[in-house]
């Protein structure tokens, strides 16, 4: 019998048909990725957001479903060879060949190193049976890869943007008065960009979808010089109409945030695209951008390349405790020059804590695959992470290795971790209203009311509303980053504190008024600010709303009765009027 020719290196042939299986399987989980994703169209053309919301579950479900039913194909195919870590060494080497020349190999490797991590229960790395994400190759995508669409200007602004509309397909309520709105509004927007005048304009021809909007993602393009742009679409009785302009970089940032839900656009060639978006927004990490495209596995192995690889880089690193109060439920820690955070669940919690393990876990699931409305920060769940002893501060690991004894070792002269999330680093926000300059920690303090009402028109609850509980991002956001009190609004009862009897004026609040665990007492909230009084008036203010019970049990009836609370995923002033 002849072996295959791969060269002069004999490989198995069982773990070339193995090989085989994988890059088929991965095939597959990418074409039912793909049928899922193009459905969004559909729901947003046909308004059928119950089904969009489902669609946006099953796909982020659909990766651990697929590598399940990829492990028993596997088992059917090697029997007893299942966990032979030579065949599995040879099919890693055919594996690598069979997939040398398509295109997004790396997401394809990222699919084999899911296997055999859950195959071997692998802690650390294992370079000869999976892929090790430091040795990616050089990035290769280009933005010019990227499939879309050029609109030279020439002196014709308004007919080019009534074509790049129409190419779309979508029935406009009026297509002629929607391209007029934007060429009107472009010139005006340029004003603030280093462009005096545009050239051509480049929109990708993946539409991208998420929760109620469609966006027309591309560049202004002048010379050399390039600058993003979003049109952001709506659809309404009368059809598809256009809601918004973003071209400040900050608008866009925003929207490709990693607090924001992952988009569905219909892409054959991912890395290309991310690397056209990165090339408009050159301060994003590759880990946010393939992410918040929904490939999520692919953003933990860019954010583990990054990490491990600014460790391999600095051997002066530190891992630390990240800045702010130590936690009840988890210990954080952070690196002293790279903007992430991990967080570890305690063995154990003090009172008043009465959660357990299993329950801040489905708290985190229930975040990640929710609506998260800008407010909500994306964390990635890793196991077996080894870090080297001598970049762990001595403090950090005498607290580690008892608090979280649990899921915290030693093995050798590394620190191995079975469990954490790892999310984007922000400054807690109690430290940040302190730090800098009034008209900022109001500001600051507005935006946290907002992000109260913003999470609650999405039928989520923080629970803790304390300042620490609540962080602020290099764009100035307020976001919500503690999980283990969120709940769902919906679970919540809202009730008015009742008068004090004389006896009880001067009695703890506790000894006359009974709370049971789902009660919430929205006047209650000023006391947890723990700010001074013109920072306390700025919130109160600019929200006064969220003080009163009434408004809270009014926003649970209409969302009962399945009534959608706008969160405008941009800026006001980038919407354009007529």
Not at 219 to 232: F, K, S, T, Y
Not at 470 to 496: K, M, N, P, Q, V
Not at 564 to 576: C, S
Request: with cysteine; charged share 30%.
């Amino acid at each position: 019998m002849t072996s295959p020719d791969f060269g002069s290196t004999y490989i198995d042939p069982q773990a070339c048909a193995a090989a085989a299986l994988l890059v088929d399987a991965f095939a597959d989980y990418n074409g039912r990725f793909a049928d899922v994703t193009r459905r969004a169209r559909r729901r947003f053309e046909r308004r059928d957001w119950r089904a969009a919301e489902v669609d946006a579950r099953a796909r982020i479900d659909l990766y651990d479903i697929c590598i399940r039913e990829t492990q028993g194909r596997l088992d059917g195919l090697l029997d007893d060879r299942v966990r032979a870590r030579a065949l599995w060494a040879a099919m890693r080497q055919a594996y690598e060949q069979q997939v040398a020349n398509l295109a997004d190999r790396e997401l394809y490797k990222t699919w084999f190193s899911s296997l055999s991590r859950r195959q071997f229960h692998t802690r650390g790395v294992a370079p000869q049976i999976e892929f090790v994400a430091l040795d990616r190759e050089p990035y290769a995508e280009t933005s010019a890869s990227a499939v879309h669409r050029r609109y030279g200007i020439a002196g014709n602004l308004p007919q080019q943007c009534e074509n790049l509309l129409r190419d779309v397909g979508f029935a406009y309520a009026d297509l002629a008065a929607c391209a007029q709105r934007l060429a009107r509004a472009l010139p005006e927007r340029l004003a603030a960009t280093e462009l005096s005048a545009i050239e051509s304009i480049d929109v990708l021809q993946a539409v991208f979808y998420r929760e109620r909007r469609a966006y027309l993602v591309g560049r202004l393009c002048a010379g050399q010089r390039r600058h993003p742009l979003v049109i952001a679409l709506v659809q309404t009785d009368e059809g598809v109409r256009v809601d918004a302009l973003l071209t400040e970089r900050v608008q866009v940032s925003i929207l490709f945030s990693y607090a924001r839900s992952y988009f569905h656009a219909d892409i054959d060639n991912v890395g290309a695209l991310v690397a056209f978006v990165r090339e408009l927004l050159p301060h994003k990490p590759l880990e946010e951008l393939y992410t918040v495209l929904g490939r999520a596995k692919q953003g933990k192995t860019e954010r583990y390349r990054r990490v491990f690889g600014h460790l391999a880089a600095y051997p002066q690193e530190r891992l630390v405790h990240a800045d702010g109060q130590r936690g009840m439920v988890m210990v954080v820690f952070t690196l002293r020059e790279l903007p992430v955070v991990f967080k570890l669940i305690r063995d154990g919690f003090a009172a008043p804590k009465d959660t357990t393990r299993h329950e801040v876990e489905a708290k985190y699931r229930l975040v990640f695959r929710h609506d998260r409305t800008g407010r909500l920060i994306d964390s990635q769940e890793f196991h077996l992470l080894r870090f080297p002893l001598r970049q762990v501060d001595p403090a950090l690991r005498e607290e580690l290795l008892s608090a979280c004894a649990g899921t915290v070792s030693v093995d050798g002269d590394e620190l191995v971790i079975d469990h954490c999330y790892v999310e984007h680093r922000l400054r807690p926000m109690d430290l940040y209203v302190r730090e800098v300059g009034e008209d900022e920690a109001c500001r600051a303090m507005r935006d946290y009311g907002q992000a109260i009402k913003d999470l609650a028109s999405s039928n989520i609850f923080p629970g803790d509303l304390l300042l620490k509980n609540f962080g602020i991002s290099r764009t100035g956001r307020a976001l919500f980053y503690d999980y283990d009190e969120l709940c769902l609004l919906s679970d919540c009862r809202f009730r008015t504190l009742p008068p004090p009897r004389d006896e009880d004026e001067t009695r703890p609040l506790g000894d006359w008024l009974y709370a049971a665990p789902e009660d919430v007492f929205p006047e209650l909230f000023v006391n947890f600010l723990g700010v001074p009084r013109r920072l306390r008036d700025a919130v109160c203010s600019a929200h006064p709303e969220i003080f009163d019970a009434t408004w809270w049990r009014d926003l649970q009836t209409r969302l009962g009765r399945g009534e959608h609370v706008d969160v405008l995923p941009y800026p006001a002033e980038a919407r354009l009027s007529g």
